[in-house]
């Protein structure tokens, strides 16, 4: 089920520096002012803790000194500083932790306005699970960064330079020791970290394809059941997912070998720095009291150090997963609404108009979906798009709706080029009932004012009974209420296109567009909804997609499609007078005595 633009997807260039985090900052600089606050409370909770060593020496060696008054003062100042570090570590954490949650919050509802708007072409090229991956993923990552790893690295860079600083007036000679040691880590961290940056997107990379090929298949799970792909479906889902897990295995053997080989190396120079001290104490060039502010100065340095290679991992993780989210809010879509629209005006009159209108889905550029079509329909009219699968018919639908913009042609709405106006304001005046309907995880009722959110209850079972759904819907053991599952899997499909129809009904719109709208209605319900469309198309302007010529045959042009062309168009009777193509259809539907009907 993997696709192969996303294997392509995939091959995207890696992430070359964290720098790209700097892509986060447009988030994160509404709310400034509580990274000064977080970075106030950083800077102090980090002085706090490099000045406690000092408490711990004047402690240690006032030992040595008669005065207890003295002492006891050292230990109070050590009480009121661990008393301080907890308060200002309790505030970063709430400060930062906050900021994280807005940010991502933000992130994600930036980038779910972004994809939500993308035309068909968009999702063409990239799985939903993908983009789901996106939303959840990889913003729990920045979250982890944000809220956490950010302000941990910053706090121990500060103890590092400082540690670094205060070492060096605890002991130039100890210091200069220690910081021989620094390169021979620092190498390593440079050399592994550009290994981990790009495993780090890889792992992300298939964690993304692993949730769009789950999602495409739970999707279709009856589909999947029905041919007896389960089989065929887990191994596939397998295959991705242990590729994930073999990218995940080798970015955490990376980290975990940086790891050791930094502790190792720190730690193994700080106990021979520490031998060299211990000598020095016992001829006297300085005080025990000393020796162990330079060592709790030197733990602190060298933890700040083993912590800030274990950061660079998740940083690096990071930097990923906020290319890949930057990526997707600066996708360039295909189709987009010009700087200054011109506003359709109100009431839309509902005239349609294509001019010499060529097209080709993006995913099949060698083949023409309609090449050269030109179609002039009247406000009030009602035409019918009929022909083999295939021909263009639903092509006109979505074009109509500018999910995609033909490659050469015009195609207008009263008069106006839909590229001149916002697609938002043009298809207000369009109502769609699809061949496959979408039925969300809600109520029958709202599913039904999802055609008009403002509409009145009474208003929703009004349309309900235009499209004959009101007597299975007041069966339902909520009535109008009663929730009818994802998809609407507690429907039947007839069912289902009922509740779509009397949604299109409710949006009470100037253009009707049916596309198979009664495909899936038993021959009752088909008349019961075609007299309410017949009714329905009175006062506005409607285009029936059709296979059944029988729910056409009261069209006032009924336009026959052949491989991308109009070969033919006239009232029912007129085609089945002159033959061609629609008599052939008609001939397979009807008998010989309803053919002239």
């Keep these: 089920m993997a696709r192969g633009d996303d294997v392509a997807l995939m091959q995207r260039e890696k992430s070359k520096r964290i720098g790209a985090l700097r892509g986060l900052w447009p988030f994160v600089r509404p709310y400034r002012g509580m990274v000064v606050m977080a970075g106030v409370a950083l800077v102090s909770t980090a002085a706090i803790s490099l000045i406690l060593p000092i408490a711990v020496r004047r402690v240690v060696d006032g030992f040595n000194n008669a005065n207890s008054t003295l002492l006891d003062s050292y230990f109070m100042a050590a009480l009121v500083i661990a008393t301080l570090l907890a308060i200002g570590s309790g505030t970063r954490y709430y400060l930062v932790t906050r900021l994280g949650e807005r940010v991502v919050a933000d992130i994600r509802k930036a980038l779910f306005d972004r994809v939500i708007g993308m035309s068909p072409a968009f999702f063409e090229k990239i799985l939903t699970g993908e983009v789901l991956s996106r939303l959840t993923t990889d913003t729990t990552l920045i979250l982890s960064v944000i809220g956490s790893s950010v302000s941990v690295a910053l706090r121990n860079l500060l103890m590092l330079l400082g540690g670094i600083v205060l070492m060096m007036l605890t002991s130039a000679k100890l210091t200069g020791l220690v910081l021989l040691i620094v390169p021979v880590v620092v190498v390593p961290i440079i050399v592994l970290g550009r290994r981990l940056r790009g495993l780090s997107r890889e792992n992300q990379d298939w964690i993304a394809q692993s949730s769009g090929n789950a999602s495409e298949a739970l999707s279709s799970v009856q589909t999947v059941q029905a041919f007896t792909h389960e089989r065929q479906s887990e191994a596939v889902f397998a295959e991705v997912t242990e590729k994930s897990f073999t990218a995940a295995r080798k970015r955490i053997g990376a980290r975990a070998v940086m790891t050791v080989i930094v502790i190792f190396l720190v730690f193994t120079g700080i106990v021979g720095v520490l031998w060299i001290g211990a000598r020095d104490v016992r001829a006297g060039d300085m005080t025990s009291g000393s ?79 309609l090449d050269g079509v030109s179609i002039e329909v009247q406000s009030g009219e009602t035409i019918a798009l009929v022909g083999p699968s295939g021909a263009g018919k639903t092509t006109i639908i979505q074009l ?93 499909g007839g069912q289902k296109q009922r509740i779509a129809i009397a949604r299109a009904i409710l949006r009470d719109a100037p253009i009707l567009l049916l596309d198979e709208a009664t495909s899936a209605l038993d021959a009752e319900s088909e008349q019961a909804v075609q007299r309410a469309v017949e009714k329905l198309s009175e006062t506005r302007t409607t285009l029936i997609v059709a296979h059944r010529l029988a729910t056409v045959k009261k069209a006032d042009r009924i336009l026959v499609f052949d491989q991308g062309h109009i070969v033919a168009q006239g ?21 010989d005595g309803q053919v002239t009907a």
């Design 400 to 492: 109509l709706q500018r999910f995609y913009d033909p490659q050469s042609g015009v195609i207008r709405i009263d008069g106006l080029d839909l590229r001149d106006m916002a697609r938002a304001d043009f298809r207000r005046a369009i109502a769609l009932v699809p061949q496959d309907p979408v039925i969300f995880a809600a109520s029958a009722r709202e599913n039904i004012r999802f055609g008009r959110p403002e509409a009145t209850d009474a208003e929703v079972e009004a349309a309900a009974v235009a499209a004959a759904a009101d007597g299975f819907l007041r069966a339902l053991p909520q009535g109008y209420d009663s929730y009818v599952g994802e998809r609407g899997l507690m429907l039947s």
């Design 571 to 591: 009232t029912h009777d007129d085609l089945v007078a002159e033959g061609g193509l629609y008599a052939r259809l008609a001939r397979l539907q009807f008998t």
């Design 291 to 369: 020796l162990i502010q330079f060592v709790i100065y030197a733990v602190l340095v060298a933890s700040s150090v083993g912590a800030l290679s274990d950061i660079t991992g998740e940083l690096q993780r990071a930097a990923g997963a906020t290319e890949r989210l930057i990526e997707m809010l600066h996708a360039v879509d295909t189709v987009q609404d010009p700087a200054q629209p011109k506003a359709l005006p109100r009431p839309a009159r509902g005239a349609i108009s294509f001019k010499d209108v060529v097209f080709h889905y993006p995913t099949r550029p060698e083949v023409s979906a």
